[in-house]
Each structure stands twice: as C-alpha cells, then as structure tokens.
C-alpha cells in the first residue's frame, strides 16, 4: 500500500508527501481482519501515524510503498516530515473525517486507491487536515 500524507491549514498548500507500504507489523492484524478495503486502510493509517506524531522518522520511512519511495528519496522525505512537523508541532487531536475508495488520482497512475482524510489539530496549526491514500 502506499501512503501520500499532505498536512494543510487554511491558505496553505500541501506541506509533506509520505508513502506507506502494506502494513507497520502493529496495524498488519487488524488491517487483515477487516471487512474492507476502506476498513483496512484506516488501520494501516492508524497504525502508522502514530510513527509520524512521535517523530520515528526512519521507521515511518521503512513501512512505506515501494512506489513513492521510487519517487521520493529517503533524505529528502526525511528532511520534508522534520520540517513539517516543526511548523505544525506536536499533534493535539486527530479525528477520521472520510475514507473512500477510487481509481483515479491526479499524477498517480491508475489503480486501486483507498484515501483517508483526517481533521487534526497541531500545537502550531489548530486547523489542520491531514490525507493519507493507500494503494
């Protein structure tokens, strides 16, 4: 699977792009057991954000996709999450606002996406939303 996060605030565009392969070994239980694909997402998603919020930079980076991180070398995507994080600063709330599946996303190539959107609130930014889309 893989994860794009982007967090944006108002009059902000997107801050990060991360990707996420099929499961941290946390969410690779429940991600199996559930019922769907969206269901299923949103485990990975749980499982792997926590990863982000505590600043496990490398350890985000080994759970991710093999297709962004073709096109997103790990240096730089570690320098990119520190440097989000730093503006946002520490996650206060996070709360599931949609997940969905599609085919189609702009410059990705066609497949079998599942995006999960999130409304969150950081230490720097008290509005914030944060999407992953897993494939």
């Known amino acids: 699977m893989i ?3 982007a967090l944006a605030s108002p009059g902000s565009v997107a801050l990060a792009a991360a990707p996420v392969k099929a499961a941290t070994k946390a969410a690779a ?24 919020d505590t600043a496990q930079w490398v ?3 080994n759970a991710t996709g093999s297709y962004l991180r073709a ?6 995507w570690l320098t990119s999450i520190a440097q989000v994080r730093a503006i946002t ?3 206060v709330s996070r709360r599931l ?6 085919t189609y996303l702009p410059g990705a190539p066609y497949g079998h996406y599942v995006v999960v959107y999130y409304a969150s609130r950081f230490a720097h930014r008290s509005l914030a939303s944060e999407t992953l889309t897993l494939m």
């Open 3 to 5: 994860a794009l996060l």
């Open 29 to 52: 239980p429940a991600a199996t057991k559930a019922a769907t694909p969206v269901k299923a997402a949103e485990a990975v998603a749980s499982a792997w954000l926590p990863l982000i």
């Open 59 to 61: 350890p985000a980076w």
């Open 71 to 76: 096109t997103v070398g790990e240096a730089k």
């Open 89 to 91: 600063g520490a996650l």
């Open 97 to 102: 606002k949609s997940a969905y599946e599609t």
